[in-house]
């Protein structure tokens, strides 16, 4: 696999994982109009239905992705999208190369149009849960960006390859909230779904995951069992932005329960001194006063009220 033939991968792929619709609407026109050429395994992109739909699509994402909570739909929706369609054009880019070449490079493709996208979504969320609305201008940004890089894929490739592999790197050292905020996204998603057809509630002990459900102590006779809900923390010490797991109401106090890649893990969190709540459309922010510090509880659409998750952690404070 040549140089060249890598920076269109890398080039096309992370065009898709920025908008998929701009690029292929991109690709086709430009094509048809031989400002670009593309392969053989590509030219049907120039047809007038595709590239029609992929405008249509294009504007209605346009509209959706400046409009708070649409947008985190869309792009968890689009999670299994972008990706399988980056390695799929990919496979068009280099159809008749031999069948391992084929496969690394839709894999490729795949990875990276993954990355790029959990960014976007991520930082999508991270916007939302701060606050900060600058949708409008990143999602003009993210539209040049992507249809930018598909051209120079074409035009440029090894240029395309640069910039690509610096945006990759980058991705890889500092993208870890971000995705950690897409994970949230994806998993509130699924909550909100669950919740339409199983009641909202908190989760019996028995009912939490075995691997967390062993990191909690037995309650001392007499006591209430512990309850659980899918939740995400931010801002408490040692776990990481936007670290996701299980929010758990004990005798002694709330705990959280979360996975990482070296096991499970147990965190008591600080007794609140007071409860303030915004409630969102996939997710409610809990911000819970402590000493030390403060912190969020992002309280997901599947458990219980959360109305009732303040009275049940009011018991705790001090």
């Not at 991109?26 to 239905?49: C, K, N, T, Y």
């Not at 976007?120 to 993210?142: C, F, H, P, V, Y």
């Not at 600080?270 to 409630?279: G, K, L, T």
């Amino acid at each position: 696999m040549t140089p060249v033939i890598l920076g269109q991968i890398l080039g096309v792929a992370f065009a898709c994982g920025l908008n998929l619709y701009g690029t292929v609407a991109a690709l086709g026109l430009l094509s048809r109009l031989d400002i670009i050429q593309v392969p053989a395994g590509l030219q049907g992109l120039e047809g007038v239905i595709v590239i029609a739909s992929a405008l249509a699509l294009y504007f209605i994402e346009a509209v959706l992705d400046r409009i708070p909570h649409a947008d985190t739909l869309w792009d968890s929706v689009h999670t299994f999208v972008r990706p399988p369609a980056a390695a799929l054009l990919t496979a068009g880019l280099i159809w008749g190369f031999p069948t391992p070449v084929l496969v690394a490079g839709a894999l490729l493709a795949f990875l990276a149009a993954l990355a790029v996208h959990a960014t976007k979504a991520g930082l999508r969320i991270t916007l939302q849960t701060r606050g900060r609305d600058g949708r409008r201008w990143i999602s003009t940004a993210e539209d040049v960006a992507a249809v930018a890089i598909a051209v120079a894929a074409f035009r440029l490739p090894l240029a395309a390859l640069a910039i690509t592999a610096v945006l990759l790197a980058a991705l890889l050292l500092v993208g870890r909230r971000l995705w950690r905020a897409f994970g949230l996204g994806l998993r509130a998603l699924v909550a909100w779904l669950r919740s339409i057809f199983i009641p909202s509630r908190w989760r019996e002990a028995d009912e939490l995951p075995r691997d967390l459900r062993g990191l909690l102590d037995t309650p001392p006779l007499g006591a209430a069992a512990p309850r659980g809900a899918r939740a995400a923390v931010d801002g408490v010490a040692g776990t990481g932005a936007y670290r996701n797991g299980w929010l758990v109401l004990t005798d002694a106090g709330p705990v959280f329960l979360y996975r990482t890649l070296l096991g499970s893990r147990r965190v008591d969190l600080p007794h609140p001194a007071s409860i303030d709540v915004v409630r969102g459309g996939w997710a409610h922010a809990m911000h819970l006063a402590a000493d030390p510090g403060s912190y969020t509880v992002y309280l997901l659409r599947d458990g219980p009220d959360v109305e009732v998750a303040i009275r049940n952690l009011s018991h705790h404070i001090r």
